[in-house]
């Protein structure tokens, strides 16, 4: 009964590989969101829909695009991957509220 | 550019004793603040929050301290308990910006027993 989960956990994958990471939350929440956290650890948000429309999008390369099926999804896609990819990504949801509630992370590293 | 600054990377504090983190902000139109804690390979959970109509949020052992003119806030922890230690982010918001949190780097709590 995990409330936001992400598969994989950890993605070990090879420079200009594509790639795709998921997202599913079971809350009800109309909002999701794509965050990564960098080598200095600072959580930065990248993406969020709600309801199935983007409504963030910060300064990310076009590499990355984000893909919302239904509101209890977002996945996010990633091609030609770089080495400064690797990163920790988080997915996160939230209601009509400020507080967002994460998913375990996805650990990516590119060789 | 961060706006959202945690100055102590790590805080070692005695079981029982208090534990403060501190947070400071540069933009004046965060109106809402948070505070997450994270485990090692595990997402930041909600802690407590506070809006900035307030300078007091209390919930059990933790408690946040909200100073506008000195843009800071902090977080206070009584009595520590060694399950505390983590990483603890501080997160502000601006209301109506699509809920967008910006992150402070985090601080690390060592509890010890």
């Known amino acids: 009964d995990t409330a936001v989960s992400q598969t994989p956990k950890y993605l070990v994958t090879q420079m200009g590989n594509d790639k795709s990471i998921k997202c599913e939350q079971n809350l009800g929440h109309d909002t999701m969101y794509w965050y990564k956290q960098d080598s200095k650890k600072f959580l930065k948000i990248m993406f969020s829909?709600?309801?199935?429309?983007?409504?963030i999008n910060e300064t990310v390369p076009n590499r990355f695009s984000p893909k919302s099926p239904d509101k209890a999804h977002l996945n996010l896609h990633i091609n030609s991957l770089e080495l400064g990819d690797s990163a920790v990504y988080f997915c996160?949801?939230?209601?009509?509220?400020?507080?967002?509630?994460f998913g375990p992370g996805t650990r990516l590293t590119v060789l | 550019d961060q706006q959202v600054k945690q100055n102590s990377p790590s805080l070692s504090v005695q079981e029982g004793r208090i534990s403060i983190l501190n947070c400071d902000y540069t933009?004046?139109?965060?109106?809402?603040f948070l505070w997450y804690k994270k485990y090692p390979a595990e997402g930041p959970t909600f802690l407590i929050s506070i809006s900035s109509i307030k300078d007091k949020n209390e919930d059990g052992r933790f408690t946040v301290f909200l100073n506008k003119s000195a843009k800071h806030l902090s977080l206070h922890i009584v009595p520590s308990q060694p399950g505390d230690s983590a990483v603890y982010f501080c997160?502000?918001?601006?209301?109506?910006?699509?809920?967008?949190?910006?992150f402070g780097s985090g601080t690390q709590l060592t509890v010890l027993p």
């Open positions: 933009n004046s139109m965060f109106d809402y």
């Open positions: 829909y709600n309801n199935k429309e983007l409504i």
């Open positions: 996160a949801s939230s209601q009509s509220s400020n507080e967002q509630f």
């Open positions: 997160a502000a918001s601006v209301t109506g910006s699509a809920r967008q949190l910006t």
